[in-house]
């Protein structure tokens, strides 16, 4: 068994150029890239965006590509809205299969924050599937049953990512919504170092035994829980998070999907890039 290693492209978004992140990413020993589906600050079209990487693939032989955030808005209330980001969606991924041989793609529906507004961003357990209504779980299902089906027609899978402050958050949640959304082109991103900052979380394992139907796509990252009760971000071997019994796990399970790891620190992400991957690769040839 083996895994394809994928880089998030938040390790070299300071400053890079596409080009230059394809074949750093070759040059380190990365299988693809996750990118992202929008540059924030750049002004380009999606055909422009998606060109400069393909250019970029091609010039430097990197196997695999991958896309993620932001994804579509479905938790508002404004239908015109929802149906807006469903076409962009449509769009943007028809373009993209058309360029690359898609397999799997991390996604999300829509930042989801308590209406209450004295409520700070950082307490996640406020947020997300915690403030959801029955409207928003409707929304979002609803909206990814019809981008499941044109992701089945494309042949990839779409993945939520368990992320704090969306209606996908916590594992359990997430699970909740690909149940009602119904599709087997719509899975699971497991991000356990996401998972980590709410209380009373199940184990890895536990997590992964009630997913593992849906479990398309892992995210790996790490952080330390401090006395005051916040959290520290860490490199991947650092962290509060055994990664050498998460990667045993995925083993035991038959996990086949990629694995991407990311850099949420601040620093010489390039230089992170290539110690959390050596680590990541020692881990997986021990293990197998």
């Known amino acids: 068994m083996?895994?394809?290693?994928?880089?998030?492209?938040?390790?070299?978004?300071?400053?890079?150029?596409?080009?230059?992140?394809?074949?750093?990413?070759v040059a380190w020993g990365y299988d693809g890239v996750e990118f992202r589906r929008k540059r924030s600050g750049v002004d380009e079209t999606a055909e422009e965006y998606l060109d400069s990487i393909a250019r970029g693939v091609e010039r430097s032989g990197l196997k695999k590509v991958l896309f993620g955030g932001p994804g579509a808005d479905l938790t508002s209330s404004d239908v015109d809205k929802r149906e807006a980001e469903i076409e962009d969606m449509i769009k943007f991924y028809r373009l993209a299969s058309e360029r690359f041989e898609l397999t799997v793609?991390?996604?999300f529906a829509g930042t989801l924050l308590n209406s209450d507004k004295d409520i700070p961003y950082s307490q996640y357990d406020k947020h997300g599937s915690a403030a959801a209504t029955e409207e928003q779980w409707?929304?979002?299902?609803?909206?990814?049953?019809?981008?499941?089906?044109?992701?089945?027609?494309?042949?990839?899978?779409?993945?939520?990512?368990?992320?704090?402050?969306?209606?996908?958050?916590?594992?359990?949640?997430?699970?909740?919504?690909?149940?009602?959304?119904?599709?087997?082109?719509?899975?699971?991103?497991?991000?356990?170092?996401?998972?980590?900052y709410f209380e009373d979380i199940p184990s890895i394992r536990e997590t992964i035994e009630e997913i593992k139907p849906n479990l398309y796509y892992v995210h790996l990252k790490n952080s330390v829980r401090?006395?005051?009760?916040?959290?520290?971000?860490?490199?991947?071997?650092?962290?509060?998070?055994?990664?050498?019994?998460?990667?045993?796990?995925?083993?035991?399970?038959?996990?086949?999907?990629?694995?991407?790891?990311?850099?949420?620190?601040?620093?010489?992400?390039?230089?992170?890039?290539q110690q959390d991957l050596r680590y990541i690769k020692s881990v997986i040839e021990d293990v197998l």
């Open 105 to 107: 793609c991390n996604t």
């Open 226 to 273: 401090l006395d005051d009760g916040s959290m520290f971000k860490t490199a991947l071997e650092d962290g509060e998070i055994n990664h050498r019994e998460y990667i045993k796990i995925l083993k035991d399970v038959g996990y086949k999907g990629p694995i991407c790891i990311e850099a949420p620190r601040a620093g010489d992400r390039e230089w992170y890039a």
């Open 138 to 196: 409707e929304w979002a299902a609803e909206g990814f049953k019809i981008l499941g089906n044109v992701a089945k027609e494309l042949n990839f899978r779409f993945a939520f990512e368990t992320h704090m402050c969306y209606i996908h958050d916590l594992p359990s949640a997430t699970k909740k919504l690909v149940d009602m959304i119904d599709n087997e082109a719509v899975g699971i991103n497991l991000d356990y170092g996401n998972a980590v």
């Open 2 to 25: 083996s895994w394809d290693l994928i880089m998030h492209v938040n390790y070299c978004e300071q400053g890079q150029t596409i080009e230059e992140i394809c074949e750093k990413a």
